[in-house]
């Protein structure tokens, strides 16, 4: 199986944006899916994830401190995708963002290393 991200790109300050993440190869609705960050010179950050629920059609949510209120992650079983839209963007969240899917209960990259990994897009905000 494969993930690839779309949707990066330099934009301004207060600008949204949406990543995308589809998976190909498994079915992205039986799976963990996380969204991470990594800055240069830092290390990889959770930012948000979704958790597969048989209970609850929208899963358990998960946000960063940093992000919550301004980014909202979705997933569309149907497209096999899942999905950051991210608003008022910062300076700060700029970084190469990445996919992830795995078996994980916990919004962590160390959870998600024994799973499937994109390649990662890039998101510059800047004036």
């Not at 059609?57 to 569309?76: A, H, M, P």
Request: contains cysteine.
């Amino acid at each position: 199986g494969h993930l690839v991200e779309s949707g990066g790109g330099l934009v301004q300050p207060g600008d949204s944006l949406r990543l995308s993440c589809e998976a190909s190869g498994f079915t992205l609705e039986y799976y963990a899916i996380g969204w991470f960050r990594q800055a240069p010179g830092k290390e990889r950050e959770a930012i948000s994830c979704i958790f597969h629920s048989i209970f609850d059609d929208d899963g358990n949510l998960y946000y960063s401190n940093s992000v919550k209120g301004r980014f909202t992650i979705s997933r569309d079983n149907a497209k096999n995708t899942v999905y950051l839209q991210m608003n008022t963007l910062k300076p700060e969240d700029t970084a190469d963002y990445y996919c992830a899917a795995s078996r994980a209960s916990e919004c962590n990259p160390v959870k998600f290393y024994g799973g499937y990994w994109g390649p990662g897009t890039q998101v510059t905000v800047s004036s």
